[in-house]
């Protein structure tokens, strides 16, 4: 099993221009190593493999004192990054998916850097981490490395103006669950006006906090909207962006994972509908505020907490979720603005999500089975007050 973990790291001054250095040889050597890939393909119809690039590189570095300062498996690491950029892209030409070939990286499009296997060290005191060619670098881990985890490489991460470093660890397979008897069991309905609606009516919404930030980062980027391109200050004010954008990812993770959390410790069984995220986004107009919700995330992190709680996540097919009714399984036709269910053939009223809730639980496969059971004998599920 395999985990990340993301802890801030403070480097001085002259650390950080170190880092930002590297970034830059590591983005020149990918758009390098690209051009070459690519004039080959179009010169000589051969295509060049890592293992000739990585050789390569071996010769150029002797006379390269940019590429000389930064750790060699950093930049191994930065040819392997392309090299499965362009696995991706045959594979997808393969599959006749639409693919578009490996694309240069611009001055802010290469935010990190990989130590693939050794160069660098967490210090027993837990307050530093050593970077081979770099040094002591204060670290502050939040949460505790489990410590039978195998850490297996170190990435250093930009994120505008803070600097993190991401620990990808090896933890033993948990034990097999025993599947908990499903004696909660709750549907799910992911929602704009909510963001979840369950099927005993409670609705969760995006806390006050995270929508003040929203309201935030609309307002930032309006401020954006107004400055020149390519001026210093339409420059300056991208960065302010970015920082509101940084706040509400990390607000939204947080809430994600203390939601999840509650519904798995309440319930056996949460049963969501499959929804096709990419495709929903492409439609423009629920575009934004779906990929602002989020909800692949959630789903994400209540599914792998989940597999170690031993509860049960299923997802069922979302078709008509919103237009069948939920008691007599008759289509009652409903706009995106009609809030409100009510059927005319058995005179069912309910609000819109809370309907799809109920019938995105009876589709689940185990419903039956749950079915003597309450569905709604959970307490209901309260998340801070709004
Ligand atoms: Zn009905």
Known sequence: MKRTYKFRVYPTTQQATTFTQWLTTCRMLYNNALTERRDAWETQKKSVRYCEQATQLKVVKQTNPFLKAVHSQVLQD??????KTFTNFFRRIKKREKAGYPRFKGKYRYDSFTYPQSGFALEKNKKTLWLSKIGNITIKLHRPIPAEGVIK???IKRDVDHWYACF???????????????????????????????????????????????????????????KKKGSHNRHKQN????RAHRKIR?????FHHKLSRKLVDCYDLIVYEKLTITNLVKNRHVAKSISDAGWGQLMHFTEYKAEEAGTLVEYVSAYH?????????????KTLATRIHSCPYCGL???????????????????????????SSGQGLSIEPV
Request: positive net charge; aromatic residues 2%.
């Open 349 to 375: 009223d309910l609000a819109r999500d809370h309907n799809s809730a109920i019938t995105i639980l009876h589709r689940s496969r185990f419903y039956g089975a749950s079915r003597s059971l309450s569905s």
């Open 239 to 242: 960065k302010n962006l970015a």
């Open 250 to 254: 990390n607000q939204r993770k947080d």
């Open 168 to 226: 990808a660890v090896a933890l033993p397979d948990p034990a097999p669950q025993t599947q908990r008897k499903i004696k909660n069991a709750i549907g799910v309905d992911v929602g704009l006006s909510s963001l979840l609606t369950l099927n005993t009516g409670n609705t969760i919404a995006n806390p006050r906090w995270l929508r003040n930030s929203e309201k935030k980062v609309a307002k930032e980027q309006r401020r954006q909207a107004r």
């Open 78 to 83: 930065v040819l392997r990054r392309l090299d």
């Open 153 to 155: 490489s170190c990435t």
């Open 321 to 333: 979720t919103t237009q069948l009714c939920s008691r007599c399984g008759k289509l009652v036709p």
